[in-house]
């Protein structure tokens, strides 16, 4: 059957690492901020290198994730595969776009939350790199920015669990939906 | 009311001795010290530790009361004695001030005062004086030298000049029984202590 579009037969090498990159490093930063949270202030060295292996992880997810974007946008993706219902269809694309906007928002109020902090503690990307706090500690926005970056972050692992149940449901169905964002 | 910030060239003592010579037309000394009552409300007394040498954590002291007596004549001969409500702490987060107020710092429980009695002062440049004294803290106590200095005298109108005094110093926190967090904070501890006082009025003849 000719194809109907001029979208790419595959997802490229490049689209396929930084997918499963970015989901790598949300499974890694999502549970060090619960563990970093509960650590007991006592602990000051070890809670500090924590909160420096969140930030330094999210700050890598949202470079990850402007870089898919930007590919995306070149390249675009490979035309849905025909097994999947219209309806299906739609609703992956919408959850996609969801989870792109929040790889982006997640990060962004987690930046922000540290730069509002009561506590002010440097971000040091890879514990070398300062990053700059933009605005300076306050008092109003700083539970504001933390309860939604929480709230987001959780919407987030939500969003991707059911992108990711769906993923091996379709799989297990016998379609190639997982295959090409692994091995193309 | 006119307010004149003047930056002073010679010690308060020496001004108010040479005024009190002219008003008085006497070349007799001044007499005795005068006794300051002072708390939070003439000053602050606030400290700052390094953390990883990346970056600084401070904290102060939101209580204190003390006494410090100066002979106008010779400051050389003032004396300080100052106590420190510990459970006054304030810093940049509860968690941080509960921290600082536990056994393994503070020990609030235990020893509820720092307390710090100047044994002398010495004039070491114009306007720099050099405090030594007993500092106690955590029921430990160490010789502790502070640098005060004097950095403004402000008039107001008819009211007697108020001089204000920076004072600083360093202590080493685990001489004094605080070695947690080694890893983490540093040893040095750094003091900033700004002070003012109302100066003695100039003594009416008979």
């Known amino acids: ?184 | 009311m006119s307010t004149a910030w003047r930056w002073p060239r010679v010690r308060p003592g020496r001004v108010v001795l040479a005024l009190a010579l002219l008003l008085l037309g006497r070349a007799t000394a001044v007499a005795a010290a005068t006794s300051y009552d002072i708390d939070q409300r003439y000053g602050s007394v606030g400290f700052s530790v390094s953390e990883l040498g990346l970056f600084d954590t401070e904290g102060n002291f939101r209580k204190f009361a003390g006494r410090i007596a100066i002979d106008p004549a010779d400051p050389t001969l003032t004396k300080i004695d100052v106590a420190i409500d510990v459970a006054s702490v304030a810093m940049s987060s509860a968690q941080a001030a509960k921290l600082v107020l536990s056994p393994a710092y503070f020990d609030v429980g235990e020893h509820p005062a720092i307390r710090f009695r100047s044994t002398s002062v010495a004039a070491i440049g114009p306007n720099r004086y050099r405090v030594s004294g007993l500092l106690r803290i955590r029921g430990v106590t160490h010789p502790q030298q502070l640098m005060a200095v004097l950095t403004a005298e402000k008039i107001v109108g008819k009211d007697p000049p108020t001089a204000y005094f920076t004072v600083t110093g360093k202590l080493h926190r685990s001489a004094f029984g605080m070695t947690a967090n080694g890893n983490f904070l540093g040893d040095v501890v750094r003091i900033v202590i700004h002070i003012h006082l109302a100066l003695p009025e100039i003594a009416q003849a008979n």
């Open chain 1, 1 to 184: 059957m000719p194809r109907r579009t001029d979208a790419p037969l595959r997802w490229s090498p490049a689209q396929r690492r930084l997918h499963w990159a970015v989901a790598f490093l949300i499974l890694l930063a999502f549970p060090i901020a619960w563990v970093m949270a509960a650590v007991p202030f006592e602990e000051l060295l070890l809670k500090f290198l924590l909160f420096q292996v969140h930030k330094t992880l999210g700050l890598l997810v949202l470079i990850a994730a402007l870089l898919r974007l930007a590919i995306r946008f070149r390249r675009g993706r490979p035309e849905w595969d025909p097994g999947l219902p219209g309806w299906q269809q739609k609703a992956a694309g919408r959850l996609h776009a969801a989870l792109y906007v929040l790889l982006l928002v997640v990060p962004v109020l987690g930046y922000l939350v540290a730069c509002t902090a009561p506590v002010q503690i440097p971000t040091l990307f890879f514990g070398i790199l300062p990053i700059p706090a933009i605005v300076g500690e306050s008092k109003p926005w700083f539970p504001l920015l933390f309860a939604l970056h929480r709230a987001a972050a959780i919407a987030l692992v939500l969003l991707a669990t059911g992108h990711a149940a769906a993923a091996i449901h379709n799989h297990r169905r016998g379609l190639p939906v997982l295959r090409r964002m692994w091995s193309g």
